[in-house]
């Protein structure tokens, strides 16, 4: 499963980044906003940074306009990838960005028939959104397993991209249930590496170690 992390901020990207492991960034205006910067200038220092695949989510919600804004948005760098909110209008974008080889990562799905028909207007990605629908005592994870059941049963190669992750439990789950990507927070993203036997572990170790320095 490839990780990418759910931020603009670029030092958590950095840092993320540092450790070799992180495929990609997937970004939105409301993320970009709190970074207080330009939207394609932040888009452009995140590609800087990271080589994967970055998000960059349109604003329009009007198919052409929709189309305009991808285009632009896709200009910016190679590792670009639109984001389009699954509505109709957002359908028909994916379909016409796609026939011009632009790749899309269709967000804010809910449902199995959303993701369906996301895969046949030719999306890249598509990102369920497993911690709100969760929040609303529906089962995020059990959607990410029916989407990767009909993608399998027809060979669609849009990946699963589970978004919304509350904590390292939706990552596990999600990577149980086939999801082919999951965005994290940096925070959950952290989170992942914590055990308490490790630090536990390493204690002792050290503990036995600084034995050996003394009888020596």
């Given at each position: 499963?490839?990780?990418?992390?759910?931020?603009?901020?670029?030092?958590?990207?950095?840092?993320?980044?540092?450790?070799?492991?992180?495929?990609?960034?997937?970004?939105?205006?409301?993320?970009?906003?709190?970074?207080?910067?330009?939207?394609?200038?932040?888009?452009?220092?995140?590609?800087?940074?990271?080589?994967?695949?970055?998000?960059?989510?349109?604003?329009?919600?009007?198919?052409?306009?929709?189309?305009?804004?991808?285009?632009?948005?896709?200009?910016?760098?190679?590792?670009?990838?639109?984001?389009?909110?699954?509505?109709?209008?957002?359908?028909?974008?994916?379909?016409?960005l796609t026939a011009e080889g632009i790749r899309t990562n269709v967000t804010l799905c809910f449902s199995a028939m959303q993701a369906l028909l996301?895969?046949?207007?030719?999306?890249?990605?598509?990102?369920?959104?497993?911690?709100?629908?969760?929040?609303?005592?529906?089962?995020?994870?059990?959607?990410?397993?029916?989407?990767?059941?009909?993608?399998?049963?027809?060979?669609?190669?849009?990946?699963?991209?589970?978004?919304?992750?509350?904590?390292?439990?939706?990552?596990?789950?999600?990577?149980?249930?086939?999801?082919?990507?999951?965005?994290?927070?940096?925070?959950?993203?952290?989170?992942?590496?914590?055990?308490?036997?490790?630090?536990?572990?390493?204690?002792?170790?050290?503990?036995?170690?600084?034995?050996?320095?003394?009888?020596?």
């Open positions: 499963m490839r990780i990418f992390i759910d931020s603009a901020n670029l030092e958590e990207i950095r840092t993320a980044a540092s450790y070799g492991i992180v495929d990609g960034v997937t970004t939105n205006p409301s993320l970009i906003a709190k970074e207080g910067h330009d939207h394609h200038d932040q888009i452009r220092a995140i590609c800087g940074i990271l080589d994967g695949d970055i998000s960059a989510e349109v604003v329009a919600t009007e198919v052409d306009a929709m189309v305009a804004e991808g285009r632009e948005l896709a200009k910016i760098h190679d590792s670009v990838v639109v984001k389009i909110p699954l509505i109709r209008d957002g359908i028909k974008a994916v379909s016409r996301a895969a046949k207007a030719g999306a890249y990605l598509i990102s369920p959104f497993i911690g709100r629908l969760d929040d609303i005592s529906h089962d995020g994870i059990a959607l990410i397993q029916e989407i990767v059941e009909i993608y399998d049963n027809y060979g669609y190669p849009t990946q699963v991209l589970a978004a919304s992750a509350r904590g390292p439990l939706h990552v596990k789950q999600a990577a149980l249930a086939g999801a082919h990507v999951s965005t994290l927070p940096y925070k959950v993203f952290d989170q992942l590496f914590n055990h308490p036997l490790t630090d536990i572990g390493l204690e002792k170790f050290l503990a036995d170690y600084r034995k050996t320095l003394v009888a020596v």
